[in-house]
């Protein structure tokens, strides 16, 4: 069974880093394809995706994160992480983790794909 957990996040100062990290049993050594990936939500607004990493090692950005934040896996723990840097108050939001291990690209903007989802973790980016 496919279990994901966040960890991490809390609050920083505007331009400070964070790192939210995203524990996922039963889906990564277990499956062939999987994908990875973070979306966020902030009071009032629709959840948008943030990043995903697939199997292939291919990873992807909304534009508006692009070189401020990095996915990566980490095979020892079985996470997979999202550094954050260069914060800024925009980014403040509940940040989900989410993975499926249906085949074919690996990307945020398809998110009805994602069938197992955490419960969440708050980043708050105060000016």
């Known amino acids: 069974q496919v279990q994901v957990v966040e960890s991490g996040g809390g609050s920083v100062q505007a331009g400070g880093s964070l790192r939210v990290s995203c524990k996922v049993s039963?889906?990564?050594?277990?499956?062939?394809?999987?994908?990875v990936g973070w979306f966020r939500q902030a009071p009032g607004k629709e959840r948008e995706g943030v990043a995903s990493?697939?199997?292939?090692?291919?990873?992807r950005y909304r534009d508006s994160v692009k070189g401020r934040f990095t996915i990566s896996q980490d095979n020892h723990e079985n996470t997979v992480d999202l550094q954050m840097s260069s914060l800024q108050v925009e980014d403040t939001a509940t940040y989900y983790c989410?993975?499926?291990?249906?085949?074919?690209?690996?990307?945020?903007?398809?998110?009805?794909?994602?069938?197992?989802w955490g419960q969440g973790t708050q980043v708050t980016v105060a000016s």
């Open positions: 989410a993975a499926h291990y249906w085949g074919g690209r690996c990307t945020t903007e398809m998110a009805q794909r994602f069938n197992y």
């Open positions: 039963g889906l990564i050594g277990q499956y062939g394809t999987y994908c």
């Open positions: 990493l697939g199997s292939d090692g291919i990873s």
